[in-house]
């Protein structure tokens, strides 16, 4: 059995893949518990007899469920049964659940536990761990939030066999950062292994979820609250949140994530940063994920209004991730001047094909 555990200042926390879905339920299930789980997930999957009906609350997860509204009608839905500190909330589903219930459980009765069982590729190999909470708020994406990781995490890759292709596809974009940021070689090695992992391939799940878990492990040790190295992360994904907004949601996370950091690539290598051939090596794998799913229509003075409206964005300047080679990349504080706006409408007429 595969076990992981993080040294947290908030609390000590950690996982464990087991593949084991029923019988941990069962370990951990009290009664009085509260179950938030995907509704496709309760339909595939369903929940063992010994879980009370009355506990369960089904969510069919988009990016509206992740509103701050939405959210408060869950909460005045939860105080209406009986639940009180004592109990704790068992989340089953994907990042979106995630942080519909890492944000309830922070909040309720001043903190109450929460177990997470993610469901999506996204949340088994990047978002479980780490902590983070982002919660929508009107138009705008993630701009709420705080930290708060699950108590513990129980990972099964059997979940990841019913993920539609966009889906799946979302989260080898989300978890390719971590590959990127890390060094060439954990790019290489997912470069070798990456036919297997479009496959689903159970061995190659197994060796890639477990080493992005590793890295993301390394960054937030040392930086829990993202104030230095854990920045880095970010990269591809100030690009991306505009992306996911701009064609409100239809583009998949992960999905936006790798147009996100070939946008990112773009820039770094226009700017003289980073090599044709780097930039030629990553957009091959990029290029795999972000072609599967395109806009249909875009709008690019939107795509710069998200981009201000950025939660990392002050006064007109960006903090953008660029990249100087695999495993050196670093923040930039990047005004939207003209030459950076010029860049960018490059980038979309040659990749998105609107001019
Ligand atoms: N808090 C964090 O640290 C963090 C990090 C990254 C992303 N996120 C957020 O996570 C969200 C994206 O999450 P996601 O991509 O994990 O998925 P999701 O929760 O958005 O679910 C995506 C779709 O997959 C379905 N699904 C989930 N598990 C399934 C399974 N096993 N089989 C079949 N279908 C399944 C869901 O019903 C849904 O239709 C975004 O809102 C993003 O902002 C949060």
């Known amino acids: ?12 926390y950690g996982l464990e893949l087991t593949n084991n879905y029923n019988k941990n339920l069962r370990t951990i299930y009290s009664k009085g518990d509260l179950i938030l789980i995907d509704t496709k997930i309760f339909i595939t999957y369903g929940l063992p007899k010994f879980i009370n009906k009355l506990s369960i609350i089904k969510i069919s997860p988009n990016e509206s469920k992740k ?25 089953i589903g994907g990042g979106i659940l995630q942080d519909i219930c890492s944000f309830i459980s922070l909040i309720l009765f001043r903190g109450i536990e929460w177990i997470f069982f993610p469901t999506t590729l996204l949340s088994q190999a990047d978002s479980c761990i780490g902590g983070k909470i982002s919660i929508n708020f009107n138009e705008y994406k993630n701009q709420i ?22 889906q799946f596809y979302s989260g080898i974009g989300e978890i390719m950062h971590f590959y990127f940021v890390s060094s060439k070689k954990d790019f290489l090695m997912m470069r070798q292994n990456f036919n297997l992992l479009l496959n689903r391939d159970k061995k190659t799940l197994f060796k890639i979820i477990s080493r992005c878990l590793e890295i993301k492990k390394r960054f937030i040790e040392i930086d829990e609250f993202d104030k230095g190295i854990r920045n880095l992360l970010n990269y591809g994904h100030t690009f991306g949140h505009a992306i996911e907004s701009v064609t409100n949601y239809t583009i998949p996370h ?7 950091m070939n946008i990112a690539n773009f820039i770094s290598y226009k700017y ?25 229509k875009f709008n690019q003075n939107k795509f710069m209004k998200f981009l201000l409206k950025d939660k990392k964005t002050i006064k007109n300047e960006l903090n953008v991730i660029l990249s100087k080679k695999l495993g050196k990349m670093f923040v ?7 030459r950076f706006i010029k860049i960018i409408n490059k980038y ?3 990749y998105f094909n609107f001019s």
């Open 67 to 91: 509103e701050y509204l939405y959210i408060v009608k869950i909460i005045s839905h939860i105080l209406k049964k009986k639940f009180s500190k004592r109990n704790k909330i068992i989340c």
């Open 272 to 296: 003289g940063y980073l090599s044709k051939n780097n930039f030629n090596d990553m957009q091959s794998l990029l290029s795999i994920i972000y072609s599967c799913k395109y806009p249909k």
């Open 254 to 260: 992960g999905i936006a994530v790798a147009h996100g």
């Open 1 to 12: 059995m595969y076990k992981l555990e993080i040294r947290s200042s908030l609390k000590p």
């Open 332 to 338: 930039k504080k990047q005004k939207l001047n003209r």
């Open 348 to 350: 979309f007429c040659i």
């Open 145 to 166: 939030g705080n930290y708060n990781p699950p108590n513990w995490i129980y990972v099964d890759m059997n979940f990841l066999s019913t993920l539609n292709k966009n």
